[in-house]
């Protein structure tokens, strides 16, 4: 439907302008009384406005800590020790502390994947979400008021005139996801990274926030880091996909080339070891054994023990990048092509 | 008994017409305590050596009523009897004795275990609690069991928090297996795990299911997983069952509107699947004040006036498909 025009158009607008972000060897360390980790590794990632990344990995493989870092919302214990982070062409990293507090929440936003965690619960719903133009922008009472109705009314907030008034524990769990939804769009951003936005919700409410998320995303031209563990969500919402492990990103491919074609094993591993509503399976097959933590990281290829594919060539090196056309790229010693 | 394929054998758990009713807060200060209907009128058999499936969206009891079904809460209405005996009326001492052959797998592997025991003392736990076998045995069986659940037997040394996530909850299950159960209620199980080591959680079960001959009620949020592993499927929708059938039946073939969108609403990992999405509008109700009629008559497309005064039957439709639709 609209879907496949959005990624059209898209792949038409990558070509002719640089990407809104753009991260670039992005290295975090955390440092903990048992020693320093390096959770996330080089990672690079590119999203364009219009367009939806999705970020998937397994817990612990670095997606959230990955966009924590391109905020400087780091804990006191992580670091960045290494990479950029270029949004609109400006390092995000060598920022100043007031101009990052000034873009956070009105040029970049976040929605986290628990609100009832997230919002105030002794502030209405109203307060909270006029909170941020009162922040960002120079704007009176009254419009802001006028503001924050309508982006209740636009997120599908029935009766936003009484719920303006009204506090977070009298809302439900998808009710209150939209709310956290208008907040960070109250402001416009350019690019709203939501993390497991609806990890918490029942799969109907979930569809109902997947929808619209993308409806806001072409909209308001945003771009969309969505992270989520959840491959079917992926498959739902998302134009290019990076596929991390481990705190590396080891594939990123438009969504139909990696689904069709896993290049990466643990790609394929993930796709096949998922039970699936739409058809049956007989055995699962999972991959065996689990994801390494942060102190068992080794610098040659992190799902060696794993895999199935591998050879002595996948010990001690980091494998590199390699480039499949022009709009794919997997780091794997042995990709998996098929004939 | 080994024959997991051989349905429809003996009746293993018979639920009658079970209700069960929370209470909540008052309205106002002096005010009546509102009801939570939490089951509301839940009738179903469970077969020796089946998977039946339980699933249905937050708050629509189903949990509820897989701790019903071990008499973990009273019923505030109806019968839940096993092999034939009523297990909310009987006496401790024999409840004791039947309470071994029934046993619980929750969500959060951690939170089920003791983080101040080895893994080793807490697999052998119910064997101690149920005096089983010989004290000196009892450490064989452990081995035993931690082999079944394919764990290395240095781990019976550690504590839950040295383990994994898919480890912990491998513990957990064999710590419910080892008193011998014939019935396991599984609750979200493998919900808390990553895709692959879940797919591993998954497929245990099933070995273990065929190897030991056990009945599973398998609880959980997720269809595709439920496709996966239950041979018949219960959706529940505040408090009550609105549709049971064979697994295959139901998915290809569901027949109430919420099943359908509940289907729907499930993302498939295949992006061309996208357009063929039916969402619906709205939310649960709320359990305190269901709606009349049918509870789910304000989300359903085919919804009349019908449907808002009158609670449809629980009807059988065929040999394997019961449904409670007016228009199904």
Redesign the interface.
Known sequence: ?S?TQNHGTNADHMAASPPLLEVRGLSVVFDTPEGSHQVVDHVDLKVSSGQTLGLVG??GSGKSVTCLAMLRLLAARGRVINGEVLFQEQDLLKLSEDDMTQLRGCKIAMVFQDPMVSLNPVRTIGWQISESLHLHQNISREAAKRRTLEMLDLVGIPEPKTRYNEYPHQF????SQRAMIAMAIACEPKLLIADEPTTAL???????I??LLSQLKSDLDMALILIT????????AADEVAVMYAGRVVEEAP??DL?DNPMHPYTL???N??????R??D??????G??PPPHEFVEGCRFEQ?CGHCDDSCTGTRPDFKNIGTSRRVACMHPITTS | MTNTMEKKSEIIMKVRDVVCHFAGPRTSFFGERMIAHAVNGVSFDLYAGETLGLVGESGCGKSTLGQLILNLIEPTAGSVSYLGQDITTIDTKEWRRLRSEMQLVFQNPLGALNPRLTIGSQIREPLDIHHVGDEDKRDDKVLEMIAAVSLPPHLLDRYPHQLSGGQQQRVVIARALISGPKLVVCDESVSALDVSVQAQVVNLLVDLQKKLGLTYLFITHDLSIVRHISSRIAVMYLGRIVELADSEALLENPMHPYTKALISAVPVPDPRARASRTTITGEPPNPFNPPSGCAFHARCPQADSKCQSLIPVFLQIDEKHAVACHYA
Not at chain 1, 202 to 208: E, G, H, L, M, R
Not at chain 1, 273 to 278: C, K, Y
């Open positions: 439907m879907n397994e817990s439900s769990g998808g009710m029942d799969v109907t409410i979930q569809a109902q997947l929808e563990h959840d491959l079917g969500v992926i498959a739902e969504v139909f689904f591993g993930l796709l070891s998922l039970p699936r509503v739409d049956k399976v055995r699962l097959n999972a991959i065996e689990s994801a794993r």
